[in-house]
């Protein structure tokens, strides 16, 4: 009895000690959503689909993305033009399942499919992450009006947006 008297009595000024120490230490708290964390360069998030300097889609629903990918998370329905050229009708890509692997963008021919920086897309409804080609392009659409704002070098490698590979025109 009075040994566990004495450890209690001990263990309050020992912790006290302690809480009194890191009182003069920096936080390490990161006050999240108001600072923003650092991410990696390197770091995997939400999606986008690119275009060319045209606007023209460079997906052309080639399915080795989806075919790459471990969870089957890509649906995409091909099409043609008048002329022949190919492209994605319907492509879509549930989020909600998706690992972030990566392994969508590494198989991609094109460098039509990329993971970018975005992490803040919660949602109430399952449906809403199912994001469809026009959500995927307008992704893409912001993320090329901030790097220009910012002044930041391309993503996409200048000799492959030299690489005539046939895209779909605008509007599809
Ligand atoms: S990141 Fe991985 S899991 Fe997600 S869509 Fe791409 S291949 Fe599939
Ligand atoms: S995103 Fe790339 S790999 Fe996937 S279907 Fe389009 S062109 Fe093919």
């Known amino acids: 009895m009075w ?23 920096k936080s390490v708290t990161q006050q999240y959503p108001k600072n923003k964390p650092v991410l990696e360069d390197r ?3 939400l999606h986008y689909l690119t275009r060319y300097d045209d606007n023209s889609e460079r997906c ?8 790459a990918c471990p969870v089957d998370c890509i649906y995409m ?31 991609c021919p094109e460098e039509a499919i990329f993971l970018g920086h ?35 070098k391309p993503l996409i490698r200048k000799e492959r947006q030299e690489f005539k590979t046939p895209a779909a025109p605008l509007g599809h």
């Open 60 to 67: 052309v629903c080639c399915g080795l993305c989806a075919a």
């Open 3 to 25: 040994r566990d008297l004495k450890s209690v009595f001990w263990a309050i000024p020992k912790g006290l000690s302690i809480t009194f120490r890191y009182l003069f230490r």
């Open 118 to 152: 975005e992490f803040e897309f919660a949602a109430y409804e399952r449906d809403d992450f199912i994001y469809t080609k026009e959500m995927l392009l307008a992704n893409y659409d912001n993320i090329e009006k901030e790097r220009v704002a910012k002044n930041i």
């Open 43 to 45: 770091y995997r998030g």
């Open 77 to 107: 329905e091909p099409a043609e033009t008048e002329d022949g050229i190919r492209y994605a009708k319907i492509y879509e890509i549930n989020e909600l399942r998706c690992i972030f692997c990566g392994m969508c963008e590494e198989a």
